[in-house]
């Protein structure tokens, strides 16, 4: 049952996989753009190279004949996953769940126009001018973000015509990988948002983890808590979306998918990703019989998944970098954080830091029925005291 897995993307979601794989004996191949990756800390090998690089990652592929890949990063060369899985390598979820969710042009048209699912009003840009006149129809306030990007990066609200320019340029140099196209979308005026982790099974019915609620900034997640407290109705609407987005998709997996809540419109289909979320990490708070981490593992082997059990109430907090810099990053008030009862650290090991980049998580966790509020403001707080220098 051992099997050979390469993971392209080796961040702090990778990482969380990688443990959870070594947990049942797999081999696991971390492959980053840069060295000393969190995922490289905790797998057999690992690999640095560009993986926008076509023929690079097919070296890679070539040199250690894998079972699996597992892609954990939008920036790869992913029409090159057709080939590889025709060649009998298992691509999870898919070559084409991956293609179609890495571009939001593809998913959008795919969701929107193909299988009738209610989104944003939206449009594509190839250039400002473009954007200009497809800002009308819109309306203001608008969202302008790249076709390929993650974490909020490149991801603007435009709030009046004047602002266009600066978020073309923005939403350009927030682009990940050779794609300059940009989508201009209906800001929805909703009440709440939700990721929904859906598990897709090779053998077994769809399964829907408990909604997370999670709060965004600047397009990246601050923090999520799980369970969300939704209208039965919204939730049942979000799960046959989810249902029929996977379905069409195809592959087995755990995907993560966003959708915004109107008590007057109902629910809205936002994003997907075709791999443990990041708003999911609140599942490392033992909210669950099995981590989102440990159900994507189960999907892509095949192996048996019972049931996904809510046991307890959480949350997750982010802590963020202020500061740039290429030196290996320190912590304080570690100790303020550890002295707390029901609360866990996670530090991801990132080798640098970024401005605002994700660094660790603070996860509290109590009895199902608590106030969720208190306990939010508690990770928050306990987030805070964290300082990255």
């Known amino acids: 049952m051992t099997k050979k897995i390469v993971l392209l993307g080796s961040g702090e979601l990778g990482k969380e996989f990688v443990i959870a794989a070594q947990r049942i004996g797999q081999y696991i191949v971390a492959c980053d753009s840069y060295p000393g990756a969190p995922a490289m800390q905790v797998a057999d090998e690992c690999e640095v190279f560009d993986m926008l690089n076509g023929d690079a990652l097919e070296r890679v592929i070539k040199k250690h004949q894998p079972d699996l890949i597992v892609p954990e990063i939008e920036a790869i060369r992913t029409e090159r996953l057709y080939d590889f899985e025709k060649q009998g390598i298992q691509v999870v979820p898919s070559a084409r769940a991956v293609n179609f969710t890495m571009n939001r042009k593809a ?6 126009k193909e299988l009738g699912l209610k989104t944003a009003k939206y449009f594509y840009a190839t250039s400002l001018d473009e954007l200009k006149s497809a800002a009308p129809f819109v309306g203001f306030p608008c969202v302008v973000k790249p076709l390929m990007s993650s974490s909020g990066k490149g991801q603007s609200l435009v709030r009046s015509f ?17 794609i300059k196209e940009l989508i201009i979308e209906e800001f929805i005026h909703f009440d709440s948002e939700i990721t929904l982790l859906t598990v897709t099974q090779k053998n077994g019915p769809t399964l829907f983890c408990p909604p997370i609620g999670h709060v965004q900034k600047g397009g990246d997640y601050r923090e999520s808590f799980q369970p969300a407290l939704i209208d039965p109705a919204h939730l049942k ?6 249902d029929k987005v996977t379905r069409a998709l ?28 990041d708003t999911g990490m609140v599942t490392l708070a033992g909210t669950q019989n099995l981590n989102e981490f440990e159900l994507h593992l189960r999907a892509v082997l095949g192996l048996p998944i019972p049931s996904i059990k809510q046991e307890r109430a959480g949350v997750s907090a982010v802590i963020l970098s202020p500061i740039a810099s290429k030196e290996m990053p320190r912590y304080r008030g570690m100790e303020e954080v550890l002295k707390e009862e029901d609360t866990y650290l996670r530090i991801f090991g990132k080798p640098f830091t970024k401005v605002n980049r994700r660094m660790g998580v603070v996860l509290c966790y109590a009895p199902l029925g608590s106030d969720i509020d208190t306990l939010r403001n508690k990770a928050k707080d306990l987030a805070s005291r964290v300082e990255v220098h």
């Open 107 to 112: 998913i959008r048209d795919l969701a929107a």
């Open 162 to 178: 004047q602002e266009l320019d600066n978020a073309w340029e923005y939403g350009c140099n927030g682009s990940r990988g050779d």
């Open 237 to 242: 609407e979000a799960q046959e979306m989810a």
């Open 250 to 277: 195809t592959g087995a997996g755990l995907w993560g998918v966003e959708f915004f809540l109107s008590h007057e419109n109902g629910v809205y289909f936002s994003e997907l990703s075709p791999r443990p979320h």
